[in-house]
């Protein structure tokens, strides 16, 4: 979108004409407003879809000060601009179209809940999972610790190594990858090194084979402080990984707690690290987390159940 509206806008209307375009889905969120109002201007049915309960700023620059000021603003007309004339809104969770609308007023066009759909791996052979520790110079059996997402505020990774390090305690021989990239990553790696953790976590950077290495590990920890959806731990569960996270909506919907995960209030630092400790120590209990996990997102969650329920919402245009 950029600062240029105008030449946004002509180009935006070029595609769509030319394609002759039935529909537009809109996934951009705090910039949803004008991409909405371009296709109405051609008469265009719009769905715009939103992916989390917080939009905060991405980027360096819209993290300044007055920069930040003015795009929230920008954000707050925009997303009501589109949850007023968009066609259809949907949320990726419940969680999520109650934050929009928090009073039941402000969406005033249909909505529903449109649940993403995940790859379901094939469960790791006892070789693989070894090879894997290997891979980084850990013994065979070493208790493996994941945790995969952008290194920004909301996904608590100071938290997320407070756990880390109170789990040692209890287990010496854990160790922790972190998969991921982010603003923060470099304050996180400075933040590893200070709390002496250096070689007892690895930092992967972005990867292809992410529902490969939940596969071969022990247990997903997530304590983010917010989540739209939290798609990550249905891939977690859908490679019969274990979870422990945050209490928040959206993790919520995304996982059972109980039954497919563990959560916790997001400051219940101890509650999430006796968690982790049981699942290591039990791995009974662990293989029925991950159980439970992986029928329940191969019975709703299967990239063909979200393919189906994205066609019958694109259909009920036609």
């Not at 982010?182 to 950077?205: D, H, M, P």
Request: charged content about 20%; some cysteine.
């Amino acid at each position: 979108l950029g600062l240029n509206h105008i030449s946004f806008a002509k180009k935006l209307e070029r595609i769509l004409s030319e394609g002759h375009y039935c529909i537009l889905h809109s996934h951009v969120q705090a910039y949803s407003g004008f991409p909405v109002w371009v296709a109405r201007s051609l008469r265009i049915p719009v769905i715009s879809s939103f992916h989390n309960t917080h939009f905060p700023p991405q980027t360096r620059l819209t993290r300044r000060p007055i920069v930040r000021q003015l795009r929230s603003v920008y954000a707050t007309i925009g997303i009501n601009y589109a949850l007023h004339y968009s066609d259809l809104v949907t949320g990726c969770s419940q969680g999520v179209l109650r934050s929009l609308d928090p009073d039941g007023g402000k969406i005033s066009v249909p909505s529903c809940v449109l649940y993403y759909g995940v790859d379901v791996p094939q469960p790791a052979t006892s070789e693989e999972r070894a090879a894997l520790r290997r891979s980084f110079g850990w013994s065979a059996d070493t208790p493996l610790i994941l945790h995969v997402g952008r290194f920004t505020e909301q996904k608590n990774h100071l938290g997320l190594l407070s756990i880390f390090q109170r789990v040692l305690a209890h287990v010496p021989t854990v160790r922790m990858l972190l998969v991921g990239e982010g603003l923060l990553r470099s304050s996180i790696e400075n933040t590893i090194a200070e709390r002496g953790l250096a070689n007892k976590i690895r930092l992967l950077g972005l990867r292809d084979d992410v529902p490969s290495l939940m596969s071969m590990c022990d247990v997903f920890v997530f304590p983010s402080l917010h989540e739209g959806f939290g798609l990550v731990t249905i891939e977690a569960n859908a490679a019969s990984l274990p979870v422990v996270g945050s209490k928040v909506p959206g993790l919520i919907e995304a996982v059972r707690d109980g039954e497919t995960a563990l959560l916790h209030d997001v400051v219940d630092i101890e509650g999430m690290v006796m968690s982790v400790v049981r699942i290591l120590a039990d791995q009974q209990y662990a293989q029925r987390l991950g159980d439970a996990g992986r029928t329940r997102a191969k019975r709703s969650f299967s990239l063909e159940t979200s393919a189906r329920r994205l066609l019958e919402v694109y259909e009920g245009f036609a």
